[in-house]
């Protein structure tokens, strides 16, 4: 059986393949962006600590993590404008108050996220970055040295745009990442950083939204994340939401180490036909 076996660190596995080939991309189960009712971002009074460009810094209220904070607009978007975080402009914006933060803290690891639509697991109208300090438990973690190897193979990467490279792979289908290639691309003290990784990204959610339409032309719904560490952008994912996990992928996050994330189709399908 020929099968595309993937190691990323940390004893996570995927393998594709087999007798599953082909994009299935019509996603039947997804629907518009809605939601109904008052937004809790602009009708509940929470303290503002920081504000800047139309952005503001709050301390999210409901979270396990002991430093967690969210990076909001003013006000709620437009469901198309939702579906591109704004586009380069707005995700600069979020990027660099996140990156004045990161200065302050100094070293510590920091990761950046976001979701869009219900299926990525939000419904909110008004976006909100995540900025948190990680749980750690021990043990091995993937890190960006074992997951680069996999992502500079030719047969994924996507395209390159100002130091930063966009491949496919990770644990789900249609999964991308931004990778630095450059010193100089991953220094979040360079007055560049944010806008370098908000231009990759942008290009990014707009192939993917072109390219990853379902039956009734809608663009998916995705989650986005970025991992700082030591005044460093170390590494960035797009996950798009293309395929609902199955039970092996959940037996595959209780035992990492011994059973694979099977996905329905193979890393490189995906980047041949991101590349088309």
């Not at 990027?95 to 996220?113: H, Q």
């Not at 976006?127 to 890190?143: A, C, F, K, S, V």
Request: include cysteine; aromatic fraction near 10%.
């Amino acid at each position: 059986m020929d099968l595309d076996i993937r190691n990323w660190g940390g004893g996570v596995q995927t393998r594709a393949g087999g007798t599953r080939a082909g994009l299935k991309l019509a996603r039947p189960w997804q629907g518009e962006i809605s939601f109904s009712g008052e937004c809790p971002f602009e009708t509940k009074k929470q303290e503002v600590l920081v504000e800047k460009n139309g952005w503001k810094i709050l301390k999210n209220l409901y979270t396990p993590f002991s430093n967690h904070l969210l990076i909001i607009p003013e006000k709620c978007w437009e469901v198309a404008e939702l579906r591109r975080l704004g586009g380069a402009k707005e995700i600069e914006a979020a990027i660099d108050m996140a990156l004045s933060e990161i200065r302050r803290e100094g070293g510590e690891e920091v990761w950046m996220g976001i979701h869009i639509g219900p299926t990525a697991g939000q419904n909110l109208l008004h976006p909100h970055w995540h900025l948190l300090r990680p749980i750690r438990l021990g043990g091995i973690n993937p890190t960006e040295d074992q997951i680069s190897p996999s992502l500079t193979d030719p047969d994924l990467i996507i395209f390159e745009k100002s130091g930063m490279m966009v491949s496919v792979g990770g644990v789900r289908a249609g999964q991308c990442f931004i990778t630095p290639r450059r010193e100089s691309t991953a220094n979040v003290h360079s007055p560049f950083s944010g806008r370098i990784i908000a231009n990759a990204l942008d290009r990014l959610i707009s192939l993917c939204a072109t390219k990853f339409k379902n039956s009734r032309g809608l663009p998916p719904e995705y989650m986005v994340w970025f991992v700082f560490r030591d005044g460093k952008f170390k590494f960035g994912s797009y996950l798009p939401i293309l395929n609902f996990p199955g039970f092996t992928e959940s037996m595959a996050a209780l035992f990492p180490e011994g059973c694979p994330n099977i996905l329905p189709w193979t890393h490189k399908e995906t980047a041949r036909y991101l590349r088309e």
